[in-house]
Structures are given as structure tokens and as C-alpha cells.
């Protein structure tokens, strides 16, 4: 079946630094893939999606482009901040039909230093 | 900007006893989920919703679990009898449908089972 591979964490980082959390997945298909984040105590909020291959999808200073000949879609930032700070999941949309469900990376926790 | 609704934000049960949990989705959407996510673990699907009728459910999601949109707002998860291994995060999503595919997920219910 599909799945996602994040790079293991904790991250720990200062202010300014250049981030990257990689994400793999494996899929039959095509799916749609996506980066949320869960601030502490809240739940999960969309970041960013791609929906096809060579597609970026970018909010608040992150990236990620969806690369089909790697199967990656790592999440970057240029200068992180602490607010930042935050656990990240990637995860896949297999788009199958009957297969209505978003699977899951094990998400990575970064931390940002001041 | 509307959003996924949960109650309640915490629930304290014994095990053995039932619990529900309530969500209410974004009004114009028509796929429902719900997620969960144990404690420094992945969150994983629990079952998917649509049309009055569970359309793809996981394995987790046993004869324990139930749920139901019981009127035009309210979309719940009924556990009906605790575990100690229950005790996690639930999360409801929900989508408009299936060519917008975002989820939008709702802040969550803290499930504590002694």
C-alpha cells in the first residue's frame, strides 16, 4: 500500500537557518501530496500541497516540489523563526477511488533556537 | 474562514465506559473523516464518511467504533467500550469533495482512557 517516509527527528535549529525536512512516499498512482503542521497544543493545519509532479506548493516562506522521479517532496525554508517551531507531517493523497484517506508521515519536530 | 469544529477539547473515561466524540465539519463540505494519533505517533486513519454511509474504514476502526451524522451538522465517533489503548488524539476532517481534496482538520479531542 502507499506510504511516507519522513527523516527521523528532533531537528534543532537557530534563527535564520536554512531548513530542510525530507519526505518520501511510495504510491501506485499519482496521489497528492501535502506538508501539515501542528503547532504545540493545536491540531493539524494545511501548509502546503502539489497535486501533480514538478508542482511547488509554498506558504509562509516553505516550499516543496513534488519530484515524481524521485518520489520526494521535501519541505524547505531559507531562514526559519522561532514561531517555527512546530512538528511537521508529510502525507500522501493516493486519490484512488474508495481510498478517501490521507496517509501519513511520522512527522518531524523542530525546534528553533533564538 | 470556516472551520472543523471538535467537542469536547479534552474527555477524561474509564475503561469499559463509552465515549462519543462530536465534530461539526465546514457546512458545504461532504466527505467526512476521522483520524487518530497516539501520543509521539503517526496519525492514522481511522474511517471515512460520505452519503450517510462509511466508505473506506481501517483496520483499527472495529466493532468498538461507530459513527454517525445524526443531523445536517454533527458528524460523531462513538467508541463504545474503552480501552487503555483508546487513549489518544482524535481528529476530524472534512472535504468539499474529492476534486478539491484538501482536508481540513479540526483542532482535535484529547481521549484519556484509565
Redesign the interface.
Known amino acids: 500500500g502507499d506510504s511516507v517516509t519522513q527523516m527521523e527527528g528532533p531537528v534543532t535549529l537557530s534563527e535564520e537557518a536554512f531548513l530542510t525536512i525530507n519526505c518520501t512516499y511510495t504510491a501506485t498512482g499519482y496521489p497528492?501530496l501535502?506538508w501539515?503542521v501542528q503547532y504545540p497544543g493545536?491540531?493539524?493545519?494545511?501548509l502546503l500541497?502539489a497535486?501533480k509532479a514538478d508542482d511547488k506548493g509554498s506558504n509562509k516562506g516553505f516550499e516543496a516540489t513534488y519530484r515524481k522521479e524521485t518520489t520526494s517532496f521535501h519541505l524547505e525554508k531559507g531562514s526559519v523563526q522561532v514561531s517555527d517551531s512546530a512538528v511537521y507531517?508529510c502525507?500522501s493523497?493516493p486519490?484512488i477511488q474508495?481510498?478517501?484517506?490521507?496517509?501519513?508521515?511520522?512527522?518531524t519536530r523542530l525546534t528553533i533556537n533564538p | 474562514e470556516p472551520e472543523v469544529t471538535q467537542t469536547p477539547s479534552h474527555q477524561v473515561t474509564q475503561m469499559g465506559q463509552e465515549v462519543i466524540l462530536r465534530c461539526v465539519p465546514i457546512s458545504n463540505h461532504l466527505y467526512f473523516y476521522w483520524y487518530r494519533q497516539i501520543l509521539g505517533q503517526k496519525v492514522e486513519f481511522l474511517v471515512s464518511f460520505y452519503n450517510n454511509e462509511i466508505s473506506e474504514k481501517s483496520e483499527i476502526f472495529d466493532d468498538q467504533f461507530s459513527v454517525e451524522r445524526p443531523d445536517g451538522s454533527n458528524f460523531t465517533l462513538k467508541i463504545r467500550s474503552t480501552k487503555l489503548e483508546d487513549s489518544a488524539m482524535y481528529f476530524c476532517a472534512s472535504i468539499q469533495d474529492r476534486v478539491q481534496e484538501t482536508q481540513y482538520f479540526g483542532p482535535g479531542t484529547r481521549l484519556l482512557v484509565l
Open positions: 497528492s501535502f501539515y493545536e491540531g493539524l493545519q494545511l500541497k497535486t507531517f502525507a493523497d486519490l474508495g481510498a478517501q484517506k490521507l496517509v501519513f508521515g511520522q512527522g
